[in-house]
Nanobody, 123 residues
Framework: VQLQASGGGLVQAGGSLKLTCAAS????????LAWFRRPPKKAREFVAA????????YYADSVQGRFTISKDNSKNTMYLQMESLKPEDTADYYC?????????????????WGPGTQVTVSS
């Protein structure tokens, strides 16, 4: 399985960005995909997750109502639409796979990570 995140960049506070995670080689063992982020000098934290089969989603409280996770099964691609961005959203964003939606909400539950994409929100 390979994952590639893209779409990061520099945006002003209040702006929007859409991240993309292209996945290849997914197996039935990887039912969930998730976004995590690592703010500067902080630990990696959960952002959002989606079940590949059911489409059920789960969000961190800090992004609920501002970020939307989605997927396109035909393209093996996951997205993260980020709205109303805040300076505290500045981080390296990573996508990863997990066996279940529940496992995907914790970094230790993830099976595989892709390279990150940097998001910088200026005030």
């Amino acid at each position: 399985v390979q994952l590639q995140a893209s779409g990061g960049g520099l945006v002003q506070a209040g702006g929007s960005l859409k991240l993309t995670c292209a996945a290849s080689g997914l197996t039935t063992k990887s039912d969930a995909l998730a976004w995590f982020r690592r703010p500067p000098k902080k630990a990696r934290e959960f952002v959002a997750a989606i079940s590949w089969t059911s489409g059920n989603t789960y969000y961190a409280d800090s992004v609920q109502g501002r970020f939307t996770i989605s997927k396109d099964n035909s393209k093996n691609t996951m997205y993260l639409q980020m709205e109303s961005l805040k300076p505290e959203d500045t981080a390296d964003y990573y996508c990863g796979t997990a066996q279940s939606l529940g496992a995907a909400t914790h970094a230790y539950g993830m099976d595989l990570w892709g390279p990150g994409t940097q998001v910088t929100v200026s005030s």
